[in-house]
């Protein structure tokens, strides 16, 4: 087992194809596959499963991942300290519902980086992606809430794909509204409050279930609402319809519309939120996704 070889595999799992990583390290796809079946033969797993719509990563090769990038990792620091090389670009990928303090969280990460070069994605997207992300390893990290609601749902399929939550923080009910909005003056607001005003919504695509709705009191019925499918949209309509969002009621005005306030919800019933990241178990996680998590968990109620 050589240290090119490690670099091999995750530039595979990178571009998620081998023709790809090789076209992209400038060797040719047989002399990249016969390198990494002669690991595979070596370590006797197999780290990627083949077939006709391309290549995966097996258990054995996700577990196998997770050491190779600390190896590769650690090499990279040592060039760098003592052989004075340019650094490896560096990767992290984050999957998140729509909030602006997970991204607030991502620009802090990439401020504190010091890398020369990296090659990072964040992710806003529908709850079920953020979950496949996850388990397939697209992303190391996901954001997203549990509540009382689909807290049996979403834990089922969590534990169905070996995948961990961890709970960062806990937020009463709250909502968006525009400054404008003639429900700004209020010190909370009602349900009944909201009912002649449009409540805007992210849509979940082919997941279309209540239980991976970003919004909580997903199955009450409403007389005007809107799908959308980005922050900036749902924002806009916000100010421009007077409409309205449900959400965990952190704002930060550094990246969200100065021309949005958040005001609590009065509910007959406990509709409390629980944010937090999910892992994958069959992993270990890189640096940058542990320096992402600690600046995620920095953001409280």
């Given at each position: 087992m050589t240290l090119q070889q490690l670099k091999y595999v995750l530039k595979i799992v990178e571009y998620r194809s081998i023709s790809q990583a090789a076209k992209n390290i400038y060797i040719s796809q047989p002399a990249l596959s016969n390198s990494v079946n002669d690991l595979e033969k070596e370590l006797g797993i197999e780290i990627f499963s083949r077939n006709t719509k391309g290549i995966s990563l097996t258990p054995e090769g996700a577990e196998f991942l997770s050491y190779a990038r600390q190896v590769v990792e650690q090499s990279d620091l040592l060039e760098k300290r003592y052989i004075n090389k340019e650094p490896l670009r560096q990767i992290c990928s984050v999957s998140t519902q729509h909030y602006a303090f997970a991204v607030n969280a991502f620009v802090?990460?990439?401020?504190?980086?010091?890398?020369?070069?990296?090659?990072?994605?964040?992710?806003?997207?529908?709850?079920?992606?953020?979950?496949?992300?996850?388990?397939?390893?697209?992303?190391?990290?996901?954001?997203?809430?549990?509540?009382?609601?689909?807290?049996?749902?979403?834990?089922?399929?969590?534990?169905?794909?070996?995948?961990?939550?961890?709970?960062?923080?806990?937020?009463?009910?709250h909502v968006f509204?525009?400054?404008?909005?003639?429900?700004?003056?209020?010190?909370?607001?009602?349900?009944?409050?909201?009912?002649?005003y449009p409540f805007l919504c992210f849509e979940q695509g082919d997941y279309n279930s209540f239980y991976f709705?970003?919004?909580?009191?997903?199955?009450?019925?409403?007389?005007?609402?809107?799908?959308?499918?980005?922050?900036?949209?749902?924002?806009?309509?916000?100010?421009?319809?007077?409409?309205?969002?449900?959400?965990?009621?952190?704002?930060?005005?550094?990246?969200?519309?100065?021309?949005?306030?958040?005001?609590?919800?009065?509910?007959?019933?406990?509709?409390?939120?629980?944010?937090?990241?999910?892992?994958?178990?069959?992993?270990?996680?890189?640096?940058?996704?542990?320096?992402?998590?600690?600046?995620?968990?920095?953001?409280?109620?």
């Open positions: 802090n990460l990439v401020k504190k980086t010091g890398a020369r070069e990296y090659d990072f994605t964040l992710r806003e997207t529908r709850t079920y992606e953020i979950i496949e992300d996850v388990r397939n390893l697209k992303s190391e990290v996901g954001v997203l809430y549990i509540n009382d609601f689909n807290k049996k749902v979403i834990e089922k399929i969590l534990k169905e794909n070996h995948l961990k939550f961890t709970p960062v923080f806990t937020a009463s009910p509204i525009s400054k404008n909005n003639p429900l700004s003056k209020k010190k909370f607001v009602t349900l009944k409050d909201l009912e002649e709705s970003e919004e909580i009191l997903s199955t009450i019925s409403r007389k005007k609402v809107i799908h959308v499918s980005d922050r900036g949209t749902l924002f806009n309509l916000l100010i421009g319809l007077n409409g309205y969002t449900l959400c965990s009621g952190i704002i930060t005005s550094d990246l969200n519309d100065t021309q949005i306030l958040s005001l609590p919800l009065k509910t007959d019933s406990n509709e409390d939120m629980t944010v937090g990241y999910i892992t994958n178990e069959q992993t270990n996680l890189s640096h940058y996704a542990k320096l992402y998590i600690e600046e995620l968990s920095k953001f409280k109620i």
